[in-house]
């Protein structure tokens, strides 16, 4: 039987401060409420300037929130004293980054840097260097990789797919709950975007591994999934099975299908707008999305909208708020 864990973000927010004097103040996570359970693949979707990789990086534990928890197991990562408590948060709380690249120092060989990671979390290989590399071998094959693929090669010897895989592989070493996955396809190859997705669909029916998917795809993020969270400037507006992507009930989330092409259903334009930045002084003064939206009643620019139950999804919408 699995372990099961979760991670509960409550109220979770983060406001950057701009400009010299940093007086003005931009919210780039608004609130965020979710429960994430390992056993599922859960997909984060939303436009650049939405607030997924700032919500990526405080679960990571690389960014404070300015207000709200983070729950692991129902424990507060960010109140965590103990350097104990906090490296077992990191290993079993993993990241992969949109640029492989970046993720691996290029003056050391991407195979002693998976010995690194080994090493840093199950020091006891270090004296048995046969069933290291029996381990290592396994993580790599697990995302696609032989050993030999990668032997004695820097991060510029390899190609972006073959490096992201790497990058996965070493997210594996030490056995996570969760590995969050920030953009981890948007810099690879469009022929192997699927490829990697597939790794992650493995990794949970496998390995028992929670990928925590973030993109900005529409169809990708219908691809691999089995729950779906669509972010607007922050907020959660949308959340539910990848079906939702269907039939969405947001006005946002709509216009978002709208803007994926028909034929292969990729989201290859942009949309015609700049998402902008809300500031803390407009915060809660009604709906974030009144100024673009064709359904806009007028109580959307005076109240905050609701969160509705729909059964299957759940939507931040007044247009469902006496059903
Ligand atoms: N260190 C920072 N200082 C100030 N503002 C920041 C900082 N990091 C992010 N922001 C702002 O916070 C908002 C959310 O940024 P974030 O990087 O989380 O978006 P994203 O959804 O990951 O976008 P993308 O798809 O482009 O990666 C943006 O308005 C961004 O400009
Ligand atoms: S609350 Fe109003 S403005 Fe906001 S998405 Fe719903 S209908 Fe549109
Ligand atoms: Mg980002």
Known sequence: ??????????????????????????IAVDRVNLEIRSGEILNILGESGSGKSTIAKMVL????????????????????????DIKEYYRRVQGVFQDPYSSFNPRRRVLDVLYDTLYNYFPEYREDKVSAKKYIAEALESV???????????????????????SIARALLPKPS???????VSM????????ILNIFIDLKEEYGVSPIIIGHDYSLAYYASDRIVVLYKGQIVEEGPPEVLEDPAHPYTRLLKESVPLIDRKWSKKLEYSIGDIEVSRR?????????????????EQKEPPVINLGKSKVKCWLYASK
């Open 1 to 26: 039987m699995r372990r099961q864990d979760t991670i509960v973000l409550r109220d979770l927010t983060k406001v950057f401060s701009l400009g010299l004097l940093g007086r003005k103040k931009i």
């Open 61 to 84: 534990r690389l960014l404070r929130p300015t207000k709200g928890e983070i729950l692991f197991n129902n424990t507060n990562i960010w109140r965590m004293t103990k350097w104990k």
């Open 144 to 166: 696609g990789l032989n050993i030999n693929d990668i032997e004695g090669k820097y991060s510029h010897q390899l190609s972006g797919g073959q490096l992201q895989r790497a």
């Open 178 to 184: 969760f590995i969050v996955a920030d953009e981890p």
């Open 188 to 195: 690879v190859d469009a022929s192997t975007r699927i490829d």
């Open 284 to 300: 809660g003064k009604g709906c974030i999305f009144a100024d673009r939206c064709p359904f806009k009643k007028p109580i959307c």
